[in-house]
T-cell receptor, first 115, second 114 residues
Framework: AQSVAQPEDQVNVAEGNPLTVKCTYS??????LFWYVQYPNRGLQFLLK??????LVKGSYGFEAEFNKSQTSFHLKKPSALVSDSALYFC?????????????FGKGTSLLVTP | DGGITQSPKYLFRKEGQNVTLSCEQN?????MYWYRQDPGQGLRLIYY???????QKGDIAEGYSVSREKKESFPLTVTSAQKNPTAFYLC?????????????FGPGTRLTVT
């Protein structure tokens, strides 16, 4: 079985400060991990993914995430937050190998960046 | 949202009526998915299809039905058997292989049933 947890419903950060959005996962095999962002009343946009290789993954809009196998975490980070980063962020996991290609999404973390 | 279209953006129906949500993609993806999004609950998988003329139930398939007659299209029907149909519905697609490819999402359809 696969599952993902986002322990924070909301994260508040001042513009220019670093931001972290947390994600932990549980899989029986090797994880495929993804981060998506959603703006109000829109679909999800892909930010980055970890499949294999380097633990530090770089993605769109200056975001990055670090895969930590021992802590089963995949936290999303950005060195300097922008007001425009305010949105809903979802972590997702897929067990590999596993049936089908469906992802298991976390409940989402609302990021608010204040000027 | 590029490459996947969902229509309509907003849909209003009376209780007891079936309603069909459209999803079309021009990305040549084999796999397509339907998710339901409710506030504070994230995305829950309704149905997915890995190939034409084949689909599987997700976590919350009861009260929903789908078809996959063409690679580009994966319509979702919300039937009167669905107890709480009011929600935001998202369609997605991906290349189908080992599942390492990301999913691309449409803009969503907000369904309100009264």
């Amino acid at each position: 079985a696969q599952s993902v947890a986002q322990p924070e419903d909301q994260v508040n950060v001042a513009e220019g400060n670093p931001l972290t959005v947390k994600c932990t996962y549980s899989v029986s095999g090797n994880p495929y991990l993804f981060w998506y962002v959603q703006y109000p009343n829109r679909g999800l946009q892909f930010l980055l993914k970890y499949i294999t290789g380097d633990n530090l993954v770089k993605g769109s809009y200056g975001f990055e995430a670090e895969f930590n196998k021992s802590q089963t975490s995949f936290h999303l980070k950005k060195p300097s937050a922008l007001v425009s980063d305010s949105a809903l962020y979802f972590c997702a996991v897929r067990d590999s190998p596993g049936p089908g290609y469906a992802l298991n999404f976390g409940k989402g973390t609302s990021l608010l960046v204040t000027p | 949202d590029g490459g996947i279209t969902q229509s309509p953006k907003y849909l209003f129906r009376k209780e007891g009526q079936n309603v069909t949500l459209s999803c079309e993609q021009n990305l040549n993806h084999d796999a397509m998915y339907w998710y339901r999004q409710d506030p504070g609950q994230g995305l829950r998988l309704i149905y997915y299809s890995q190939i034409v003329n084949d689909f599987q139930k997700g976590d919350i398939a009861e009260g929903y039905s789908v078809s996959r007659e063409k690679k580009e299209s994966f319509p979702l029907t919300v039937t009167s058997a669905q107890k709480n149909p009011t929600a935001f519905y998202l369609c997605a697609s991906s290349m189908a292989d080992t599942g390492s490819y990301e999913q691309y999402f449409g803009p969503g359809t907000r369904l309100t049933v009264t």
